[in-house]
C-alpha cells in the first residue's frame, strides 16, 4: 500500500508537471493548468486551501485561476449543506476537454487576431484608393493571413462535432485522409492538376 501510494504521488507529481509545462499551448498560464491537473487528477472536491498546500500557491493566485478554469467550463464549482467553504472538482472527460480547450483557443485567441487583421484592412482601404501600389501589396498579404485563420477556423468548425460526440472511428478516418498522399486525395475528391495549381494553399510537392 505504502509502494503504491509513493506511486501515486511521484506520477502526480509528473503529470502537474506536464499539465504545466503544456500551459502555453492552451493559451494559459501555468499554475491555471496545474490547477486543473490537481482537479482532474483527484477523485475527491477540493476546496481552496487544499489546493493551496499541494501546489504551494497563494490565495489570490489559486482564486484567480478558479475563477478561469470555471469560466472555460474545466472546473466546476460546489458547497456541502451548511457550510460556507467552496469546493472545486474538474471535468473528467477528456472528449469534453478537447471541444472546450479547442472552443476557447478559437474564441479567445484566433478570433480577435482575425478581427485586428479586418481593422488593419480598413486602415488600408482610403491609401489604397490614391494607387498606392505598396499598400495593395500589403492589403493582399493580410487578405492572405485571414484566409488561413478562416481555414483554421472552419477545420475547427468541422472537427468539433466528432470530438463532442466522441466519435473516434470518424477521427481516425479524417486522420487517415490528411496524412494520404495528395494523388489519393485528389482521386478521392475528383481534383485536377489544373485545379490544384489555381490553389494557393496546395501541399508543396516533397
Known amino acids: 500500500m505504502e509502494h503504491k501510494q509513493k506511486a501515486y504521488q511521484e506520477a502526480l507529481e509528473q503529470f502537474l508537471l506536464l499539465w504545466g509545462e503544456m500551459a502555453p499551448a492552451w493559451g494559459i498560464n501555468r499554475t491555471m493548468a496545474q490547477i486543473h491537473a490537481l482537479l482532474y487528477a483527484e477523485e475527491d472536491m477540493l476546496d481552496t486551501d487544499a489546493i493551496m498546500a499541494k501546489l504551494e500557491i497563494s490565495r489570490g493566485n489559486a482564486n484567480m485561476n478558479l475563477r478561469k478554469l470555471t469560466e472555460w467550463g474545466l472546473v466546476s464549482k460546489h458547497q456541502h449543506d451548511g457550510s460556507r467553504k467552496e469546493y472545486f472538482t474538474a471535468e473528467k472527460d477528456v472528449w469534453i476537454i478537447a471541444s472546450i480547450i479547442i472552443q476557447e483557443r478559437q474564441y479567445r485567441e484566433l478570433?480577435?487576431?482575425?478581427?485586428?487583421?479586418?481593422?488593419?484592412?480598413?486602415?488600408?482601404?482610403?491609401?489604397?484608393?490614391?494607387?498606392?501600389?505598396?499598400?495593395?501589396?500589403?492589403?493582399?498579404?493580410?487578405?492572405?493571413?485571414?484566409?488561413?485563420?478562416?481555414?483554421?477556423?472552419?477545420?475547427?468548425?468541422?472537427?468539433?462535432?466528432?470530438?463532442?460526440?466522441?466519435?473516434?472511428?470518424?477521427?481516425?478516418?479524417?486522420?487517415?485522409?490528411?496524412k494520404a498522399p495528395k494523388m489519393l486525395i485528389d482521386s478521392i475528391t475528383g481534383g485536377t492538376k489544373e485545379e490544384a495549381s489555381s490553389n494557393r494553399f496546395t501541399t508543396p510537392k516533397e
Open 111 to 178: 478570433a480577435p487576431v482575425k478581427q485586428n487583421l479586418i481593422e488593419c484592412l480598413q486602415l488600408l482601404e482610403d491609401q489604397e484608393s490614391k494607387g498606392d501600389a505598396d499598400t495593395a501589396v500589403f492589403r493582399e498579404r493580410i487578405e492572405d493571413f485571414i484566409k488561413v485563420l478562416d481555414l483554421f477556423e472552419e477545420f475547427s468548425a468541422a472537427l468539433l462535432p466528432y470530438v463532442e460526440s466522441k466519435k473516434l472511428g470518424s477521427l481516425r478516418t479524417l486522420l487517415k485522409l490528411a
